[in-house]
């Protein structure tokens, strides 16, 4: 940095070995025996620890002084990392604080003992390193626990009450469950999905319409961007090959209207959010299969070229052998 002392215990709680892209946190300060109105920002790149960090890409001390708005420090940020001005449909980027709250204010910035630039515009939970456990403020106080940094995977145990768990099953089962009927088919010919499914709307029970606020406030996403409740069974032998949540544009170049339905990459499924409702004695783990691979190009915001690399492969959809597997337990999201 070349200014001031190693981070705050504040900002060491959430630096991470890894280089989490489209993050910077942020860490106000006052140097010592300055005035109230002197105050300064280091910023950490990518969530990452100073120690860990390349030398191409180091933290930095930003002037916080000359800021009259909040807006100041965005433009400062944007300026820094020279970030192309926003795109048709592209959300603004955001500060935050720790706990996932959109700041409005400079002096929000100012109090905050660590703040969050999220390039995407919308909160995303800092994953920090396998393990780490942080609290999450609400009508339901939930602890969320890394399981993974890529993905970024989030364990919440007791998210439903075994009652609640029963309901949601019979609420699924009442309202039908059908074939999920997911076409095309792997190379050797079977069939990507062989469970079954029913879409259930918030409206159709008040549990439902609870879990919907309970997920709200748990991804800090307003439920209105929530989709309706999906419930799935798996009867002995059935599965789902693996595959990604949200669309792949890259795979549909000349379909005009996949592109616009995505808003051309900027609205699609941000985070999936799922519940196991029953305990099996054996089987039935969700798999990751692209558990630890390397991030193509982190520090380039993407593009068609940074879909593969080495250190990145695209797994064999329908085997379970590699990656990490979780083992479902009634209640847990």
Same mark, same amino acid.
């Given at each position: 940095?070349?200014?001031?002392?190693?981070?705050?215990?504040?900002?060491?709680?959430? &630096?991470?070995?890894?280089?989490?892209?489209?993050?910077?946190?942020?860490?106000?300060?006052?140097?010592?025996?300055?005035?109230?109105?002197?105050?300064?920002?280091? $910023?950490?790149?990518?969530?990452?620890?100073?120690?860990? $960090? +390349?030398?191409? /890409? #180091?933290?930095?001390?930003?002037?916080?002084?000359?800021?009259? /708005? &909040?807006?100041?420090? *965005?433009?400062?940020?944007?300026?820094?990392?020279?970030?192309?001005?926003?795109?048709?449909?592209?959300?603004?980027?955001?500060?935050?604080?720790?706990?996932?709250? =959109?700041?409005?204010? &400079?002096?929000?910035?100012?109090?905050?003992?660590?703040?969050?630039?999220?390039?995407?515009?919308?909160?995303?939970?800092?994953?920090?390193?396998?393990?780490?456990?942080?609290?999450?403020?609400? #009508?339901?106080?939930?602890? *969320?626990?890394?399981? +993974?940094?890529? #993905?970024?995977?989030?364990?919440?145990?007791?998210?439903?009450?075994? /009652?609640?768990?029963?309901?949601?099953?019979?609420?699924?089962? %009442? =309202?039908?469950?059908?074939?999920?009927?997911?076409?095309?088919?792997?190379?050797?010919?079977?069939?990507? %999905?062989?469970?079954?499914?029913?879409?259930?709307?918030?409206?159709?029970?008040?549990?439902?319409?609870?879990?919907?606020?309970?997920?709200?406030? *748990?991804?800090?996403? #307003?439920?209105?961007?929530?989709?309706? &409740? @999906?419930?799935?069974?798996?009867?002995?032998?059935?599965?789902?090959?693996?595959?990604?949540?949200?669309?792949?544009?890259?795979?549909?170049?000349?379909?005009?209207?996949?592109?616009?339905?995505?808003?051309?990459?900027?609205?699609? %499924?941000?985070?999936?959010?799922?519940?196991?409702?029953?305990?099996?004695? $054996?089987?039935?783990?969700?798999?990751?299969?692209?558990?630890? @691979?390397?991030?193509?190009?982190?520090?380039?915001?993407?593009?068609?070229?940074?879909?593969?690399?080495?250190?990145?492969?695209?797994?064999?959809?329908?085997?379970?052998?590699?990656?990490?597997?979780? %083992?479902? $337990?009634?209640?847990?999201?």
């Amino acid at each position: 940095f070349g200014e001031g002392d190693a981070p705050s215990a504040a900002a060491e709680r959430y &630096l991470s070995e890894e280089f989490f892209p489209g993050a910077t946190l942020l860490e106000p300060f006052a140097p010592e025996g300055a005035s109230d109105d002197d105050w300064k920002v280091r $910023a950490y790149p990518g969530g990452q620890h100073p120690s860990f $960090a +390349s030398a191409d /890409d #180091p933290g930095f001390v930003l002037d916080a002084s000359i800021w009259i /708005d &909040l807006q100041d420090a *965005l433009d400062a940020l944007e300026v820094h990392y020279q970030l192309p001005a926003l795109e048709q449909l592209q959300s603004p980027r955001a500060l935050f604080d720790a706990q996932g709250r =959109r700041l409005a204010a &400079l002096r929000e910035l100012r109090r905050a003992p660590v703040a969050f630039l999220l390039e995407i515009g919308q909160w995303m939970w800092p994953a920090v390193r396998v393990g780490f456990e942080q609290e999450v403020e609400g #009508p339901k106080r939930l602890l *969320l626990r890394t399981l +993974s940094l890529r #993905p970024k995977i989030f364990e919440v145990r007791n998210f439903l009450a075994k /009652d609640e768990c029963a309901d949601v099953m019979r609420i699924g089962m %009442r =309202r039908g469950l059908a074939s999920s009927g997911v076409q095309g088919a792997s190379d050797e010919g079977k069939a990507p %999905r062989t469970s079954e499914q029913v879409w259930v709307g918030s409206s159709q029970a008040p549990l439902l319409a609870a879990l919907d606020d309970r997920v709200a406030a *748990l991804t800090r996403v #307003p439920k209105n961007h929530s989709e309706d &409740l @999906q419930v799935v069974k798996y009867s002995e032998n059935q599965y789902y090959h693996s595959h990604m949540d949200w669309t792949e544009l890259e795979q549909h170049p000349d379909q005009q209207i996949i592109w616009k339905n995505a808003h051309f990459g900027f609205q699609d %499924r941000l985070a999936t959010v799922f519940w196991y409702l029953n305990d099996v004695p $054996a089987g039935g783990e969700t798999v990751f299969p692209k558990h630890n @691979q390397t991030v193509c190009a982190p520090k380039s915001r993407g593009g068609q070229d940074t879909v593969s690399c080495q250190g990145s492969s695209e797994p064999d959809p329908a085997s379970c052998e590699a990656g990490l597997r979780i %083992r479902p $337990a009634a209640g847990t999201a």
